[in-house]
């Protein structure tokens, strides 16, 4: 049987490609932005705004970082010698060098909000260290459960703005494969979409996004990120009238293998798609894939399951 191969994986066959494609350093500016873009007529505006909101604070963290790297250049030489993740979530969580970020961004928050935004601002006020460690630790553990769903945002937006500073003080080029193609060779962390993307040497290829340090890697396409299965793979998006059929800018990619899926951004389709916005703006169709027996495995930290 006869494999056609997609045109990234042409290019692929001829030259290895950029393992490594790094995320602009006005991301979260860039993220708000589009945000604010899919909140018009969308059920869920009122949520994206405020995730827009979010984002605009963690550009300022970002760019006035409360602390610096926490990983000295040795233990990162040798995690990235050893292809292990030099900024691994789940030790440097527990370790709490994250924790001056979740600080800062408390401080920047206005305390005349009113509603459940003020309710989940004082608890995270009148919270410890230790109590948002814990928080943290079973947030990047997928324990969505034990974290009160209204603090989830606010956790996700510290741990995120930390992580991805850090990830643009590596150096990233010499990052390698880890172990498993579904989890960030900088963080360790689980992918949250994919993104084909359309420019330069990068064109045509797939690159899976970190739900925590917003890193990009490489893997091939037409093939589950989960199981590595290519059989029976099929593509599925929400019906809109503004797209050709084949054409939309965000399909789920759907394995029977496994039962899972991905959701994964066109951007020549649409190029200012971002896979946590467009993620978070298309809820309905992980709501439609449920319903027809699909698991997601991908997390996005600015949300917690069944909330929003």
Same mark, same amino acid.
């Given at each position: 049987?006869?494999?056609?191969l997609?045109?990234?994986?042409?290019?692929?066959?001829?030259?290895?490609?950029?393992?490594?494609?790094?995320?602009?350093?006005?991301?979260?500016a860039?993220?708000a932005?589009r945000?604010?873009?899919?909140?018009v007529?969308?059920a869920?505006?009122?949520?994206?705004?405020?995730?827009a909101?979010?984002?605009?604070?963690?550009?300022?963290?970002?760019?006035?970082?409360?602390?610096?790297?926490?990983?000295?250049?040795?233990?990162q030489?040798?995690?990235?010698?050893? $292809?292990?993740?030099?900024?691994?979530?789940?030790?440097?969580?527990?370790?709490g060098?994250?924790?001056?970020w979740?600080q800062a961004?408390?401080?920047?928050?206005?305390?005349?909000?009113?509603?459940?935004l003020?309710?989940?601002?004082?608890?995270?006020?009148?919270?410890?260290?230790?109590?948002?460690?814990?928080?943290?630790?079973?947030?990047?553990?997928g324990q969505?459960?034990?974290?009160?769903?209204?603090?989830?945002?606010?956790?996700?937006?510290?741990?995120q703005?930390?992580?991805?500073?850090?990830?643009?003080?590596?150096?990233?080029?010499?990052?390698?494969?880890?172990?498993?193609?579904?989890?960030?060779?900088a963080?360790?962390?689980?992918?949250?979409?994919?993104v084909v993307?359309?420019?330069g040497?990068?064109?045509?290829?797939?690159?899976?996004a970190?739900?925590l340090?917003?890193?990009?890697?490489?893997?091939?396409?037409?093939?589950?990120?989960?199981?590595?299965?290519s059989?029976?793979l099929?593509?599925?998006?929400?019906?809109?009238?503004?797209?050709?059929?084949?054409?939309?800018p965000?399909?789920?990619?759907c394995?029977?293998?496994?039962?899972?899926?991905?959701?994964?951004?066109?951007?020549?389709?649409?190029?200012?798609?971002?896979?946590?916005?467009?993620?978070?703006?298309?809820?309905?169709l992980?709501?439609?894939?449920?319903?027809?027996?699909?698991?997601?495995?991908?997390?996005n930290?600015?949300?917690?399951?069944? $909330?929003?």
């Amino acid at each position: 049987m006869s494999t056609i191969l997609e045109p990234g994986q042409i290019e692929a066959s001829a030259v290895a490609p950029p393992f490594i494609h790094l995320p602009p350093k006005d991301l979260f500016a860039q993220r708000a932005e589009r945000l604010e873009q899919l909140a018009v007529g969308n059920a869920l505006g009122d949520y994206l705004r405020l995730i827009a909101w979010l984002c605009r604070f963690q550009q300022q963290l970002v760019d006035n970082p409360p602390s610096g790297l926490p990983v000295a250049e040795a233990r990162q030489r040798l995690c990235i010698s050893h $292809g292990l993740p030099p900024l691994a979530a789940d030790s440097l969580v527990r370790e709490g060098p994250w924790l001056a970020w979740m600080q800062a961004l408390i401080e920047h928050f206005d305390e005349e909000a009113s509603g459940p935004l003020a309710v989940a601002l004082q608890a995270l006020r009148d919270s410890d260290d230790s109590q948002r460690k814990g928080w943290g630790i079973a947030l990047l553990a997928g324990q969505f459960d034990a974290v009160p769903a209204a603090l989830v945002p606010f956790l996700g937006a510290a741990l995120q703005a930390a992580w991805f500073s850090w990830l643009l003080a590596l150096p990233a080029a010499e990052l390698k494969p880890s172990g498993s193609q579904a989890q960030c060779p900088a963080c360790g962390s689980p992918a949250m979409a994919g993104v084909v993307r359309n420019r330069g040497k990068h064109n045509g290829l797939r690159y899976l996004a970190c739900s925590l340090c917003a890193c990009e890697w490489h893997v091939v396409r037409v093939k589950c990120v989960y199981c590595e299965s290519s059989k029976g793979l099929r593509y599925t998006s929400l019906e809109d009238d503004r797209h050709a059929p084949g054409k939309a800018p965000l399909r789920a990619e759907c394995c029977p293998g496994c039962n899972s899926y991905l959701k994964q951004s066109y951007l020549e389709n649409d190029a200012a798609a971002e896979p946590l916005a467009d993620d978070l703006a298309s809820l309905a169709l992980d709501m439609r894939l449920d319903e027809e027996g699909f698991h997601r495995l991908a997390p996005n930290l600015m949300l917690a399951p069944g $909330g929003g």
